[in-house]
């Protein structure tokens, strides 16, 4: 199912109480045209994935969210989950992976959101089924539904008021939910925007999916980039990522580092993995030049593990 203008717009006034419009700021760095950067790290969760979550709770009956909230996600989705059925006052049952950082997981808690870990493989089978053995409460897919997408979506029409004129925008690939949600409406409002999904070498199926024409599983392999990665793309979100996408930017884990290390000297901020990704991938110059944002996914990462990155010495 297309998503469509109109949704993301009505999208945004669902999620107006409970998201913030984060700002784009310029990152001063050596770079051949101007890099921006989008700060979903100052969401209230810490992420983007509150935009999508909320929408979805929007739009759902109340009778049916009374039972309570569940999804599967290694902790981002779970925060706004978490978060949305704390406003709520229901509760919210969260699947998470046993490789999930337990700086996440204790967010979650904190929340008040139960957190069930499970090996990686009956994760990834949760996003399918989109239920759990014992738990009767609406699911929240953290990337493949049309509302959560939507949601996503809310900060494309921010980063066209804000920066009218972009010429590119890199995107962290998890799911796809993030990256298909934003491509719809920039190849409605900004057709000519070149649009790149980013991926961490250590986990990239869509660049293969890619270049196969096809879906294709890859070796998957846990690293400091926890937000995103995954063996398989979902075929529907294949689809889209086709229709919408110029391509998959592939970067390695020390770009990721390097590129969290600059961050947070040029702008002081805090980013967690898979947003070093975009911005690393922007950085390489495979984006192309002109205007270029990188979304900053999410800033969730562990202090000390950021630390520990930033301070390695290079080369």
């Not at 719809?184 to 649009?195: C, G, K, M, S, T």
């Not at 800033?299 to 930033?310: E, Q, R, S, T």
């Amino acid at each position: 199912m297309p998503i469509s203008l109109e949704a993301v717009q009505d999208a945004r006034q669902n999620i107006a109480s409970i998201a913030l419009r984060t700002p784009l700021v310029p990152c001063p760095c050596d770079y051949p045209g101007e890099l921006y950067l989008k700060l979903e790290n100052l969401q209230p969760i810490g992420s983007f994935k509150i935009r999508g979550a909320a929408n979805v709770v929007a739009r759902s009956p109340r009778a049916r969210l009374a039972r309570g909230l569940l999804t599967a996600s290694a902790g981002n989705m779970a925060q706004g989950v978490a978060y949305c059925a704390r406003r709520l006052g229901v509760p919210a049952t969260i699947i998470a992976p046993d490789t999930a950082p337990a700086t996440k997981i204790r967010a979650v808690e904190r929340l008040g959101g139960r957190v069930i870990l499970v090996p990686f493989a009956e994760w990834w089978r949760t996003f399918e089924t989109r239920s759990y053995p014992g738990v009767d409460a609406t699911f929240i897919h953290a990337f493949d539904d049309p509302d959560v997408m939507a949601g996503n979506g809310t900060i494309a029409l921010e980063l066209l008021e804000d920066l009218p004129r972009v010429d590119a925008v890199v995107i962290p690939w998890g799911g796809g939910g993030l990256a298909c949600g934003i491509a719809a409406v920039l190849r409605e409002l900004a057709p000519n925007v070149r649009i790149y999904a980013a991926e961490i070498e250590t986990a990239a199926p869509l660049a293969a999916s890619l270049a196969a024409g096809e879906p294709r599983a890859v070796e998957y392999t846990p690293s400091f980039v926890d937000g995103i990665g995954a063996k398989v793309v979902f075929a529907g979100m294949f689809e889209r990522a086709q229709r919408l996408l110029d391509g998959s930017l592939v970067v390695t884990l020390a770009e990721a580092a390097e590129a969290m290390k600059l961050v947070a000297e040029r702008n002081r901020v805090i980013m967690e993995g898979a947003s070093a990704c975009a911005v690393a991938a922007a950085l390489s110059g495979r984006a192309g030049g002109g205007k270029v944002a990188a979304i900053v996914s999410g800033g969730n990462i562990d202090l000390d593990k950021f630390a520990a990155l930033v301070m390695a010495p290079r080369g």
